[in-house]
């Protein structure tokens, strides 16, 4: 069976601090999460970097249609994408970082911590990972796939 990956942006209302991550950033997504799945497996398995959950781990989510938007990862990812984020469970939650590359333009982080979009962005083997914010991998990644598709479309 096939193992497909996905990004899932989380545009719900959620918390305060869902609002103040939208708000600081300029985008409607609050939240990545990289997303493994297979046709047999009932629930969607998702890896992230999550305050909530104290850092970076691994859980079944059952994601609900209003409240996510995926985004297909064509061809161009990495198939180790999901290994390399997964190299890091068990690492804090960058809150430091996100506060100085995210709500401060300083572009500081901590090498040992992260951040949701920015170990969504290193699994992709993005450069500079911790500049991205949910929205910005979400352009970012639209594009790649887009180009990646033209390629396709025109070979």
């Not at 959950?53 to 996510?68: E, H, T």
């Not at 985004?71 to 994408?81: F, G, Q, R």
């Not at 809150?95 to 401060?104: D, E, N, P």
């Amino acid at each position: 069976m096939t193992e497909v990956l996905r990004l899932a942006f989380y545009k719900g209302t959620g918390h305060l601090d869902d609002r103040i991550i939208r708000t600081v950033t300029r985008s409607p997504f609050s939240h990545v999460e990289l997303v493994r799945m297979r046709p047999t497996w009932p629930l969607r398995e998702a890896i992230s970097a999550s305050g909530r959950d104290g850092g970076v781990r691994i859980k079944p989510i059952s994601f609900r249609a209003d409240q996510w938007q995926f985004l297909h990862l064509m061809d161009w990812v990495a198939e180790d994408a999901w290994v390399r984020a997964e190299a890091h469970l068990g690492a804090s939650y960058d809150y430091r970082g996100i506060l100085l590359s995210q709500a401060l333009p300083l572009r500081r982080h901590a090498a040992d911590k992260w951040f949701c979009s920015e170990l969504c962005a290193h699994a992709l083997g993005l450069r500079e990972p911790h500049r991205l914010a949910p929205g910005d991998l979400y352009n970012v990644v639209h594009d790649m796939n887009a180009a990646f598709m033209r390629g396709v479309l025109a070979a």
